[in-house]
């Protein structure tokens, strides 16, 4: 099972979770058009669609190049993010998604 993340507004497409905390988040993504602002809340969701946490209040906070590839105008990259403030309920999903899909 595998996790992913999209930032909105923005143009980067689903990103693989790769890290979560009560905090914020990091993940990859194939890097697309840019940005077409900055980022103000992100969806998370399961490939197996058993969990849903959307519009959840951020802030990102860093970009990072990982891989290009020399044959294609493939880059990898990766995208770390804070949590804003966030209401009791969207902590009480946060901590069930902890607790129930991440691995330490």
């Known amino acids: 099972m595998g996790a992913f ?6 143009d980067t497409g689903a990103g693989r979770l790769t890290h979560i905390s009560m ?3 990091r993940f990859e993504y194939v890097a697309g058009q840019t940005s077409s602002g900055e980022a103000t809340e992100l969806d998370i969701f399961t490939t197996n669609s058993d969990f849903r946490f959307y519009k959840v209040p951020c ?3 860093w970009h990072r190049r990982t891989y290009e590839s020399p044959l294609t ?8 993010v804070q949590f804003g403030e966030l209401s009791p309920n969207q ?3 946060l901590k069930y998604f902890i607790e129930n ?3 330490t």
Do not use: F, M
């Open 23 to 25: 905090g914020g988040l």
């Open 5 to 10: 993340v999209t930032l909105k507004p923005s």
């Open 73 to 80: 105008s493939t880059t990898k990259r990766q995208c770390g």
């Open 91 to 93: 902590i009480s999903e």
């Open 101 to 103: 899909h991440t691995t």
């Open 59 to 61: 802030q990102t906070v």
